[in-house]
């Protein structure tokens, strides 16, 4: 039997590798009423696994092998998705170093990435360097647990506004031509016009909130 390694515990999920599979096992909260917290678990559960399916025909992003949603036979369900462990470089440790001019096609790359999951209409909620890992010169796309769907170009202002602040924040050096970058390969998109508008209109209004 494959032995079983903890390599991340967030705030809602234990992840949790097993060989070449990530096990990510959303955890209890013991100040949530029991049914609620099973409730409240699985559906999340759910959720992500629709959009890693879906989001699994647009970009790379790992492959789902099971989903343990809310099996009838257990009271307490494991509320755990088990994907493809995808072994390569999470960006946030490895984009600074490499050359510049190398750094500037991945974010244009996920850039081009953002726009093919934004003209299907997914959100992914937590666009981070940290939530990325560089495979075989491909971007893929991890955690998608505060993911939705939306048609609204705000919604999909704001997905590529946090990414501005998380590379700005992470990768201060270079974070303004990274996101640069990005927008360029977000240009594919068939609203990328709107949506670049809108984000105009979205950091405008935190300049104003941060100076109130």
């Known amino acids: 039997m494959t032995k079983e390694e903890i390599i991340g515990w967030g705030a809602e999920a234990l992840l949790i590798r097993s060989g070449e599979i990530l096990k990510k096992r959303r955890i209890k909260k013991g100040y949530r009423h029991n049914a609620l917290d ?15 399916e879906k989001a699994s025909g647009i970009i790379s ?13 257990r009271i307490e369900p494991e509320t755990e998705i088990e994907m493809e462990f995808v072994d390569g470089k999470v960006l946030s440790q490895w984009l600074d170093e490499f050359p510049l001019t190398k750094a500037l096609t991945i974010c244009k790359k996920i850039g ?3 726009a093919k ?49 998380a590379l700005e924040a992470k990768h201060f050096k270079h974070g303004h031509e990274y996101f640069g970058a990005v927008i360029e390969g977000y240009k594919i998109s068939k609203n990328a016009r709107k949506v670049i508008e809108r984000l105009k209109k979205v950091e405008h209004r935190g300049r104003y909130k941060g100076k109130a």
Request: proline content about 2%; aromatic content about 6%; overall charge neutral.
């Open 38 to 52: 099973v409730l409240l678990r699985a559906s999340r559960t759910r959720r992500e696994a629709r959009l890693l």
């Open 61 to 73: 992003v790992p492959r789902i092998r099971a989903i343990d949603g809310m099996p009838r036979e």
């Open 112 to 114: 081009a990435n953002v």
């Open 117 to 165: 999951l934004h003209d299907f209409d997914i959100i992914h909620g937590d666009l981070t360097t940290s939530n990325m890992i560089l495979k075989q010169e491909q971007v893929y796309f991890i955690d998608f647990g505060l993911g939705f769907h939306s048609a609204r170009a705000e919604d999909k202002a704001v997905d590529l506004h946090l990414l501005r602040e």
